[in-house]
């Protein structure tokens, strides 16, 4: 409805169209960004679930040697406290709990087949660490697109002030003028209403954008 009306309707066509772009590009981008953080959260919980099932390798081949030779008590000496709580944290609290469990491996570390448990253990913590900092990264990329988008709608609102009081100057003899120029919407927070004994209802106060 404003183009073609007037130089000021044309610039504030123009405003609003920009301001809109804008808001439309980095609302999309923060769409991107929010579907890689949950594949990347995706590709976290596989990580953990290796570095549980390598921890699992571990107590099965500690469980082997007390077999062979129970005086060695691997199992007891590696997992003091069973294997629940090397298994039970999550995300970097799963990487905590490493360092002290591949010092209660050392002493078995050339014995039967904890050689394989351990160089397993090794690559799941390494795609494990791997997988923590690509969440870390798209979860800061989403906190980041969605300042943006943020921002965008900022400047929407504000586009959307001063086209109204551009336009309401505009119209100095009648100043209603410029709302034909508004979409208007009834605020879902607000009750219908039964329309009056004339037939027509009452129109809601909150503007879109500029026509």
Do not use: W
């Not at 390798?57 to 077999?67: C, G, H, P, S």
């Not at 508004?182 to 607000?190: N, V």
């Amino acid at each position: 409805m404003c183009k073609d009306v007037s130089p000021l309707h044309d610039t504030l066509h123009a405003e609003a169209s920009a301001a809109y772009l804008k808001l439309r590009d980095r609302q999309r981008a923060r769409e991107d960004a929010d579907d890689a953080a949950t594949a990347a959260s995706a590709g976290l919980l596989r990580t953990e679930v290796m570095v549980e099932n390598a921890i699992r390798e571990v107590d099965a081949a500690a469980r082997k040697l007390d077999r062979k030779d129970p005086a060695l008590a691997a199992r007891r000496t590696i997992f003091p406290a069973g294997m629940g709580p090397m298994i039970k944290p999550d995300g970097q609290a799963q990487l905590d709990v490493l360092p002290a469990l591949r010092i209660r491996m050392a002493p078995f570390a050339d014995k039967g087949d904890m050689d394989d448990a351990l160089a397993s253990l090794d690559h799941a913590e390494m795609l494990h660490r791997a997988s923590l900092e690509t969440v870390n990264l798209a979860v800061a990329e989403v906190e980041m697109r969605f300042a943006e988008e943020r921002e965008a709608r900022r400047a929407v609102r504000e586009q959307l002030a001063s086209a109204h009081g551009r336009l309401r100057d505009h119209y100095k003899a009648n100043p209603a003028a410029a709302e034909a120029f508004f979409l208007r919407e009834k605020s879902a927070a607000q009750p219908k209403k039964k329309p009056s004994k004339s037939g027509s209802d009452p129109i809601g106060s909150s503007a879109a954008q500029p026509s």
